[in-house]
């Protein structure tokens, strides 16, 4: 049996280097035990914040300082598991430091608490009184904004205490997916055994050209998630119940009214996400699944179907190297620092793209303040990789522009806006090569790329809101969440929007189970949203040129200085008219017409 290398035997280049953070473990448990005097330095405010502005300054430099210390510590350990969740060593460090997490966040519970229980127009009185409140304005009114909903000063602190317990359903997630699940072994056509793992799947063996292979990938990553559906089905379960009886407590209506509070999103603006997209795009993927069906000569198309090259003789490699370069040309109307940044990534290992035993699925880019960016990928030598590359860069060039303009706690925007800046990198890309190609191969293969990361972004994802969606609902009216629950709600999303052109068998109806974005309250339907934005981003700087490169890079600047819609607004970007929503739809089904057209 092959399996995947151990950690300690991938090429070091693949890696990132931690060394950033911490040069060895020692330094990174005498910065934990630091982080024990900058709780106290904060917690010394507690009782005091009704003395005057100038305290409530000092508290929350405090609070900034103790979130970047705590910041580099979390990163260390969480970055260690998701690259080897096996090492016993990484799952105590990731443990600390959950612990030590939620000592800090049960440690400034009391700000809320204490701020919200001040008489009216003393906060008012503070900003006007000292200028270095400015700074803070934003997040105080953001309390004023959520007062009714702060609950007394005791029991804020017993659920921040509870923080590790209250998230141990994604960490539960994670270790099932990373760790324990066991998927058997496929052979290609040439005999080869070939290891199986989410990672291996989504970003390998579902684009394989060989239709059986991806079966077979298919068949036993279905098997494996099937072995753990039970565990992970009340996980999720678990998750939910805990979101609803918090929005309970709270005194909300419901647990999307609390999480898109927390967003900062009016409800009409998530439901428009989810419904205008949801109706005007599935036409057109209905229709891309039956040139792939005509194209690939299948009567019926499976999920397994649905990443599988249209073109298998046209699927050149494009390796690391090669990417480096056409990401660092695609983006760089964006100017000479985020040209830095990016060239920084590559440069200084940023990137960590080896695939080995136990490392976590999926992409992602964590942004640690003061330091720089980590970005995390499974890389393969293909089109698709150099795009979620492209992708996840965005998130670090948003966030190191953010960090060096903006105070900690000012750094990162709300949920809502965080997917335009990564989204738009995607589209920006792809509009550059299209713009300096003239071989129609080319052309088509980068269609097939942006096409790629509509039906990721703006197809994947919202049907996972809608996923999430329908269950939230379950939950609110008291229905318990099992496991056969799940899989006919997974199963009924599905085929609302593929309308009997995909088959849903056992593997659709168990999707769920490998994702990790019902984890992170509400957000999957954010990526519709960022990628209209990324479009009408992508396209202002194509037809205006620098303007709109100067309003971006102040979006980005910003951090999370404005609320989510208005942040869009400093771009040019309404996101609370549909039409901007049904543009973004109108440019993929552009990208199919002219797709069926260069087949026809």
């Given at each position: 049996m092959t399996d995947l290398p151990r950690r300690d035997q991938v090429p070091l280049d693949q890696t990132w280097d931690l060394g950033d953070l911490y040069q060895t473990d020692e330094e990174w448990a005498a910065d934990y035990q630091r982080v024990g005097d900058d709780i106290a330095d904060v917690t010394a405010y507690r009782g005091r914040l009704s003395t005057g502005a100038a305290a409530l300054l000092a508290c929350l430099l405090a609070r900034d300082a103790l979130r970047e210390r705590l910041g580099r510590v979390d990163a260390y350990a969480q970055l260690r598991l998701a690259t080897d969740g096996t090492s016993p060593h990484n799952q105590a460090l990731a443990a600390q430091s959950r612990s030590l997490s939620a000592s800090a966040e049960s440690a400034q519970a009391f700000l809320s608490t204490e701020l919200a229980a001040l008489p009216a127009g003393v906060l008012e009185g503070y900003l006007a009184a000292e200028p270095g409140l400015a700074t803070y304005r934003l997040q105080i009114e953001d309390i004023l904004r959520l007062r009714e909903h702060i609950?007394?000063?005791?029991?804020?602190?017993?659920?921040?205490?509870?923080?590790?317990?209250?998230?141990?359903?994604?960490?539960?997630?994670?270790?099932?997916t990373a760790v324990d699940l066991r998927c058997a072994p496929v052979r290609d056509a040439a005999g080869r055994e070939i290891p199986v793992s989410i990672a291996a799947y989504v970003f390998g063996l579902s684009r394989a050209p060989d239709r059986e292979l991806r079966r077979a990938a298919y068949s036993s990553l279905t098997a494996g998630l099937t072995g753990h559906s039970a565990t992970l089905a009340t996980t999720l379960a678990t998750h939910i119940t805990r979101n609803v009886t918090l929005a309970r407590l709270r005194h909300y209506a419901s647990a999307t009214e609390m999480l898109l509070d927390a967003q900062q999103v009016p409800a009409a603006v998530y439901h428009n996400v989810l419904d205008v997209v949801h109706d005007e795009i599935a036409p057109h993927v209905r229709r891309l699944v039956r040139l792939r069906g005509r194209l690939l000569g299948l009567e019926q198309v499976y999920r397994y179907d649905l990443d599988a090259p249209l073109d298998p003789d046209d699927e050149p490699v494009l390796t690391f190297a090669e990417s480096a370069r056409l990401i660092q040309e695609g983006l760089r109307?964006?100017?000479?620092?985020?040209?830095?940044?990016?060239?920084?990534?590559?440069?200084?290992r940023w990137i960590d793209r080896a695939e080995n035993a136990g490392k976590r699925s999926g992409a992602f880019c964590r942004t640690v303040y003061g330091r720089h960016s980590y970005v995390f990928t499974t890389w393969r030598d293909t089109w698709r990789s150099a795009f979620v590359l492209a992708h996840e860069l965005g998130h670090a060039g948003h966030g190191m522009l953010a960090g060096r303009c903006q105070v900690i706690s000012n750094a990162r925007p709300k949920m809502f806006a965080?997917?335009?800046p990564s989204t738009a990198n995607e589209i920006l890309l792809g509009q550059h090569i299209l713009a300096t190609t003239g071989d129609p191969s080319v052309r088509r293969r980068v269609i097939l790329q942006l096409i790629g990361t509509f039906l990721h972004n703006m197809v994947t994802h919202l049907l996972e809101g809608h996923f999430e969606r329908r269950l939230y609902e379950l939950a609110e009216a008291d229905r318990p969440l099992t496991l056969a629950t799940i899989m006919e709600v997974q199963e009924e999303v599905f085929e609302r929007f593929y309308a009997g052109t995909v088959v849903l068998d056992e593997g659709a109806r168990l999707y769920w189970a490998q994702q990790p974005h019902f984890y992170m309250n509400l957000y999957p339907y954010t990526y519709a949203a960022g990628l209209a934005c990324g479009v009408s981003v992508a396209e202002a700087v194509r037809t205006e040129g620098q303007p709109a490169v100067e309003r971006w890079l102040q979006t980005l600047r910003a951090g999370g200085t404005h609320p989510p819609l208005d942040l869009m607004r400093l771009a040019?970007?309404?996101?609370?008219?549909?039409?901007?929503?049904?543009?973004?739809?109108?440019y993929f089904g552009s990208l199919v017409d002219e797709l069926e057209q260069s087949f026809a």
């Open positions: 609950l007394a000063q005791e029991t804020e602190e017993a659920i921040a205490a509870l923080g590790e317990a209250l998230t141990l359903p994604h960490t539960v997630w994670q270790m099932a109307p964006l100017g000479d620092e985020y040209g830095e940044i990016l060239a920084a990534a590559f440069r200084e965080i997917e335009a040019g970007v309404d996101l609370a008219d549909a039409e901007t929503l049904r543009r973004a739809v109108a």
